[in-house]
């Protein structure tokens, strides 16, 4: 019996030294640009999905299908979602494209029977993602218009989802034309104006 619990000891004891030589050599590839490792990948995504089906569990959800409501989500959405999730008829951004994992494009999911998920997930964000924790800067009500933006955003042709925007007062359909490169295209101008 006592030699069955040492050896059980010792191989816990090889298995601890080994996961410290793989983190301390820096053997686990960190990068984002390359796939994780199946298992890894695997292992990760089930601690993820079962980590926030638990939590979730008990969030009472609230009418979602009030307009005000959806158009107040709309606001939040446009200007701190598109960016990585898109909108119809809008890709995510080139921020988006280099994440790992993806952001998935939320134009094409929102079942109503995710949506205490989906809002534990706005309010906590998840680690080890790009997806950032908004319950920090935003209150429960916030993020409920957000979430019933989610519900509706998947029933919104290109055109509906462009006069939805135009109806809350957002000019552009997207950040993309509009804030960041109007100031790049000045200084771009200014570099190469004589090439013209
Ligand atoms: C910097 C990029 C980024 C921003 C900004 C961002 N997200 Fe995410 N989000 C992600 C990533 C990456 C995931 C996927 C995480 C994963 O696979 O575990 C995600 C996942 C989600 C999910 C879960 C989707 C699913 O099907 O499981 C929801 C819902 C979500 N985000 C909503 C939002 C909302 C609403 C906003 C704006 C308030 C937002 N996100 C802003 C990157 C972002």
Redesign the pocket.
């Known amino acids: 019996m006592k030699t069955v619990l040492l050896t059980v000891l010792a191989v816990l004891v090889i298995l601890f030294l080994a996961a410290m030589a793989v983190a301390n050599f820096g053997l686990y590839d960190v990068a984002a640009s390359t796939p994780d490792n199946g298992f890894v990948a695997s292992m990760l995504?089930r601690t993820?999905h079962r980590s926030?089906r638990r939590q979730a569990e008990g969030i009472q959800v609230p009418r979602l299908d009030d307009p005000d409501m959806i158009k107040r989500g709309l606001i939040?959405?446009y200007e701190?979602?598109v960016?990585?999730?898109g909108a119809p008829g809008v890709k995510p951004s080139e921020?988006?494209q280099g994440?790992n994992?993806?952001?998935?494009e939320?134009a094409e999911?929102?079942e109503p029977d995710?949506a205490a998920?989906?809002f534990w997930?706005?309010k906590h964000g998840?680690k080890m993602?790009?997806?950032?924790a908004?319950g920090l800067t935003?209150s429960d009500e916030e993020i409920w218009a957000?979430?019933a933006f989610?519900q509706k955003m998947p029933q919104l042709s290109p055109e509906e989802y462009q006069k939805l925007v135009q109806e809350v007062g957002l000019e552009e359909p997207m950040p993309q034309a509009a804030s960041g490169e109007a100031g790049e295209a000045g200084e771009h101008e200014h570099e190469h104006g004589h090439e013209h």
């Open positions: 995504r993820s926030i939040h959405y701190m979602c960016v990585c999730h921020i988006a994440l994992p993806y952001p998935p939320l999911k929102a995710e998920e989906f997930i706005v998840i993602t790009g997806m950032p908004f935003h957000m979430i989610l």
